[in-house]
């Protein structure tokens, strides 16, 4: 089993084609494609914890739908973006705005918000977090989850650590239907 981290998919929000301008021609395509990243990555018992802001919640039930389509036990750090459709789905296995865990030995804090300072920051703790859509300088022990950072697809801590200490990035995914 693989823990994965993301956040930011804004599923069903037309403000990200616009506002942070992703590679996509309209939503349906934007949707269609981190889907498929998502699936080509995550296997049906990997665990996958989103940072936040994981869709618009219209209409009814598209919320539920997009979880349905998701490979993964989801996990949900409330963002400001998570309406009520999001943050009652039955189809996370937890929903909280704040986490605390270990991978590997290595500390985590996780929070839809990046902080400038959190616990155990000065004893090796990461902080992970969304909200900024790659745009924030990195502090040490500090990284964006977010799908604009890691080539809108989740992203796992080993591979955050390995692009932290080379500077490489992942380059955004094919559209739907032409490959990986």
Not at 25 to 45: C, G, Q, S, Y
Not at 66 to 77: D, E, S
Not at 95 to 100: A, V
Request: net charge negative; glycine share 10%; proline share 8%.
């Amino acid at each position: 089993m693989t823990v994965w981290f993301t956040s930011d998919t804004h599923f069903a929000d037309p403000r990200v084609l616009r506002i942070d301008r992703r590679p996509y021609p309209d939503l349906a395509t934007h949707d269609a494609a981190l889907i498929e990243a998502w699936n080509e990555r995550v296997a049906p018992d990997d665990t996958v914890w989103h940072l936040g802001d994981f869709a618009l919640g219209r209409p009814a039930g598209h919320v539920d739908r997009l979880l349905g389509a998701l490979h993964g036990n989801k996990h949900l750090i409330v963002g400001n973006n998570d309406g009520p459709e999001t943050t009652t789905s039955g189809y996370f296995a937890s929903i909280q705005h704040y986490k605390e865990l270990e991978i590997d030995g290595i500390p985590l804090v996780l929070c839809h918000y990046p902080f400038r300072t959190w616990n155990k920051m000065g004893k090796g703790c990461i902080d992970l977090h969304g909200h900024s859509h790659g745009r924030l300088k990195p502090v040490p022990r500090q990284i964006d989850v977010g799908v604009d950072a890691w080539g809108y697809r989740p992203v796992t801590l080993a591979e955050m650590l390995e692009a932290r200490a080379t500077k490489r990035r992942p380059k955004a995914p094919p559209e739907p239907g032409e490959g990986a």
